[in-house]
């Protein structure tokens, strides 16, 4: 069964019960108060005949004392419709009928004979000449003792006539109240259940068209129905960034395999040919180490996409980390001849996870020592500005075209015609897509600024989690940190520029 047979059928069967269980109460309410407009009647009729009666005990020589009633007139009823019997008791118990109205004609028996030794006044229906019939039996005493009945009837034909009426009248409107739900129940469930359909036709076309970007619009109130919608489009938004992620992975991969595997195949094939000598295995290392970084790259970055790949948040000293990556830019850059400095450090604490920071730090001084000349230099700079860390990595190498700084996060992203290499790389465009996920994942921002030929600039900002910045500052006026500088090997107030030879 559909849910829409289901909406209606509910909305139907409630409105049945509600109908039934109000039209039973206003039945029995009506019906009520009619009988007892009768019983009101019957009560006043038998308080005026017992109000106009006269009981005597006859007492006569030798015989028992007897009991006499005097009883009013009672034809005076006929014309009302109300029937009245008066009965008393002989000294058995025998019950005697002294009296009766006109309307009774012919008609002996009691209108109510379970009722007629009744001790106290009593209400009941009986069916007398095949009508229904409303009886008051009331007794009447003499010194503490019931000497007679008093019993008033009157015909219910009326009361049951026009509670028949209105039975037949509030079946027939239950009908067609419950009729009318069903159609106000269809309309209903048509106008809740579109924006479902509409769900459904947007899957089912995702299904067979493969179509991602379809999206729901919703004009109606932020209720259910708005809020399923909502996280419908926001299902989609993930399903078509998870889709283009793994279309972008494969064929990423497929476009930077195929240069390494190339040269791979072409080093194998003179191997074959002419014997393996120093320059082809260098070559087959060199290549079969750039795959296996470049597949570490996109594994982590694919996890990344996925989600699946989480990274452990801890305090981090800051100036620890860029004062270790300071030290080993100096190494790599050891055989160059660029200058590596370190102006401005300060002691700043976040939470964060070291090793990925230095990751992050490493790829920025991995990509100017490799796009800046020799004679060129590398600054690296850490400050902070009370609400977040300030890193900044800076160049002065052949710098990033205007029209390349939006694209240069993006995964194998290389502009070849303007940033181009001055050193032989094995960069795979992966570094700097790298350093924008760890950056996001810490709830910072990076962002790079360049002027070609003369200088790029690329700055991190990550929140702080406390600031305590007591700066040592050396007597040229450039701030160091404890720490850090035991970190580098340098003395407390000796620039750390001027401890780096010349060429390095």
Do not use: C
């Not at 120093?278 to 180490?289: F, H, I, N, P, T």
Request: aromatic share 6%; charged share 25%.
């Amino acid at each position: 069964m559909t849910i829409r047979k289901k909406l209606i059928l509910l909305y139907a069967g409630l409105l049945a019960i509600v109908i039934t269980v109000f039209g039973l109460g206003v039945f029995s309410v009506i019906r009520t108060t009619w009988v007892e407009t009768v019983d009101s009647g019957l009560q006043e009729t038998a308080d005026l005949v017992i109000k106009n009666s006269r009981v005597y005990f006859v007492g006569t020589f030798g015989t028992p004392t007897r009991i006499e009633v005097r009883l009013p007139e009672l034809d005076i009823f006929r014309a009302s419709g109300v029937l009245v019997q008066a009965w008393s008791f002989r000294s058995d118990g025998t019950p005697s009928l002294d009296a009766k109205s006109d309307n009774l004609r012919n008609f002996t028996e009691p209108l109510d004979s379970t009722l007629l030794n009744a001790a106290e006044f009593q209400y009941s229906n009986v069916q007398a000449s095949g009508s229904e019939l409303r009886v008051l039996s009331y007794p009447y005493r003499l010194q503490d003792r019931v000497v007679g009945m008093i019993q008033v009837a009157s015909s219910l034909e009326t009361v049951n006539r026009a509670t028949g009426r209105l039975a037949l009248f509030m079946l027939g409107g239950g009908i067609l109240a419950v009729l009318a739900s069903l159609g106000l129940g269809y309309w209903l469930s048509n106008q809740t259940l579109k924006p479902i359909e509409a769900i459904t036709e947007a899957a089912d076309s995702i299904s067979t068209a493969k179509d991602l970007e379809k999206r729901l619009t919703w004009t109606g109130p932020r209720d259910e129905l708005g809020r399923l919608t909502a996280v419908f489009n926001r299902m989609m938004d993930r399903l078509e960034h998870l889709f283009t992620a793994q279309q972008r992975l494969v064929a990423d991969v497929s476009h930077e395999l195929r240069t390494p595997l190339t040269a791979i195949r072409g080093n194998l094939d003179l191997a074959r040919r002419y014997g393996m000598d120093e320059a082809s295995m260098e070559a087959l290392q060199s290549e079969a180490g750039r795959m296996s970084r470049m597949v570490d790259d996109l594994l982590m970055l694919a996890r990344a996409d996925y989600g699946s790949l989480t990274i452990e948040m801890t305090d981090v000293d800051l100036d620890t980390v860029v004062a270790e990556v300071f030290r080993e830019a100096r190494v790599i850059a050891k055989d160059r001849n660029l200058l590596i400095k370190l102006p401005h450090i300060e002691p700043i604490r976040i939470t964060g996870n070291a090793d990925r920071l230095k990751q992050l730090l490493l790829n920025l001084v991995g990509n100017a020592l490799k796009f800046t000349p020799d004679g060129g230099e590398i600054q690296l700079s850490l400050k902070h500005d009370h609400k977040h860390a300030i890193l900044q990595v800076t160049d002065t190498g052949v710098g990033i075209q205007p029209e390349d700084i939006d694209h240069i996060f993006d995964r194998f992203y290389q502009a070849s015609h303007s940033r181009t290499r001055v050193t032989n790389s094995d960069g795979a465009g992966l570094g700097l897509a790298i350093a924008r996920w760890i950056t996001d994942a810490h709830g910072g921002t990076i962002e790079a600024w360049s002027n070609p030929g003369v200088q790029t600039i690329f700055t991190i900002r990550l929140p702080l989690r406390e600031s305590q910045v007591i700066p040592l500052v050396s007597e040229d006026g450039v701030s160091y940190t404890s720490a850090a500088l035991q970190k580098l090997g340098l003395a407390r107030r000796k620039r750390v520029s001027e401890t780096a030879p010349e060429h390095h």
